[in-house]
């Protein structure tokens, strides 16, 4: 029998390959979309709830990152709050993606990309149905299969994927994990983190193929541990201050 651990990996790949295969020109329209508000003066915005959250904290403030990414966090949906099935409670919680919403300086022409696997949650429902209302354009990683195969649990009835302007499909099973395991009837080994921070990053590479096209300056942060590095990074939050809102 294959190891767990090799079954894991290939069905890593096979995931990887399809996203690349079938969603690249989706990553192109919704990379387009990022510069174009970009261009005109507006923001970016990152929000994920729980693990979903982890897409957000991968893809902001870090070596080879996008510099204009803006992540909307809450304690109470972190990993590090206790106890943890808060954040269950607190993403089931409607009306508290407004709230999150309404904490961040968000305008019309703004984007916010949202990363929730089963995108049956309020508070995912809630944060995207309220940036639509500012004028925001939505872009929602989800997973389409799972998220068709369960209720949602906002009073809209609605799912992420109805409510947003761009859905990115990250073709995991239902329930995340993808391992069989012969004394379980639960599977093992999720996808959801893995391909989310693939797909996030090759947003960033195909805005920068964008911004290359048009010569206009790559706003990438450098590593702080590399010689010049802070001083190199104050100087493009400074620049970039209008579009940078985390600090």
Known sequence: MMSYMKQYYETIQSVLERVLNEQESNLEEVAKVMTDALAKGNSLYLFGA????????????????????NPIFSPALMLNVEPITLTSKMERLE???????????????????????????????????????????????????YSKSVTSRHSSGKRLFEVSDFVIDNFGETGDAVVSIQSLTQKVGPTSTIIGSFVIHSIVLKMVELLEAANQEVPIFRSANLDGGDEYNREMMDKYKDQIHYM
């Open 50 to 69: 729980s693990h979903a959250g982890i897409v957000a904290e991968d893809a902001f403030y870090r070596a080879g990152g996008f510099a204009l990414f």
């Open 95 to 145: 009306g508290y993606g407004q709230i999150l919403l309404q904490s961040k300086p968000v305008k019309e022409g703004d984007v916010l990309f949202i990363h929730s696997v089963s995108g049956r949650n309020p508070v995912a429902v809630d944060i995207a149905m309220a940036a639509k209302e500012k004028g925001m354009k939505v872009i929602s990683l989800t997973n389409v299969t």
